[in-house]
Each structure stands twice: as C-alpha cells, then as structure tokens.
C-alpha cells in the first residue's frame, strides 16, 4: 500500500492550493481516504475525507466552504481544492486511507503519505 501526497507549498493569504494523493494498492470500495494537518507546536487534526464505496464527504468545520476534498477514480487519487487559504492554514498535510470509522479520527487510519508542506503568508 502507498499513499503519494503532492501539491503543497509557499502561498498568500487568499489563495489557492490542491494537494493530490495517489494511491496504490488497495480495495477502494470499501476504503475511505482523509486528509489531516499537523501545525508546528500543534496537535495533528482532521481536515476532510470522502468514503469511497459512496463518496459522501466530511469537513472539519474550520474548512467548511472553503476546501473540497474529491476522488478521481481513474486514477486512483483524492485531491484537496484549498481556497481562501488563510495563514492558520499552515501546516504539513497529510492524506491517510483506512476502513474503520469513524472519519475524522486519526486512529481510523491504517495507511498514511508521507506529508507535504502548505504555508500561507499573510
């Protein structure tokens, strides 16, 4: 199994990110794929995830309005669309698949990406 995230890097306030999860080796019908964050200093905390075998999606409120988190089944990767990023969006992202609820919760996970980096100036 590998998770492959992509797509971070140095933005301004009010801009625009996506970050990309490739993934590999898994059964996605029953699998669902979230992304967290994790600020220096910071406790890692839930962004967003979508199942699968549905794809219904879950927000952390902080993101509500402003990220959606969507598959593309042909090639098997799940993007982040980050817009209105704001300097408390700093953080390294990390995507995570696994098949346990619930959703937001880091211990669901059973597979994690290796992080990429966001920082948003102001």
């Known amino acids: 199994v590998q998770l492959q995230a992509s797509g971070g890097g140095l933005v301004q306030d009010g801009d625009s990110l996506r970050l990309s999860c490739a993934v590999s080796?898994?059964?996605?019908?029953?699998?669902?794929t979230g992304w967290f964050r994790q600020a220096p200093g910071k406790e890692r905390e839930f962004v967003a995830a979508?199942?699968?075998?549905?794809?219904?999606?879950y927000y952390a409120e902080s993101v509500k309005g402003r990220f959606t988190v969507f598959r593309d089944v042909a090639e098997n990767t799940v993007h982040l669309q980050m817009n209105s990023l704001k300097p408390e969006d700093t953080a390294v992202y990390y995507c995570?698949?696994?098949?346990?609820?619930?959703?937001?919760?880091?211990?669901?996970?059973?597979?994690w990406g290796q992080g990429t980096q966001v920082t948003v100036s102001s």
């Open positions: 080796g898994l059964t996605f019908s029953r699998t669902h």
């Open positions: 979508v199942r699968w075998g549905t794809s219904n999606k």
């Open positions: 995570a698949a696994g098949s346990r609820p619930p959703l937001d919760s880091g211990s669901s996970y059973d597979y």
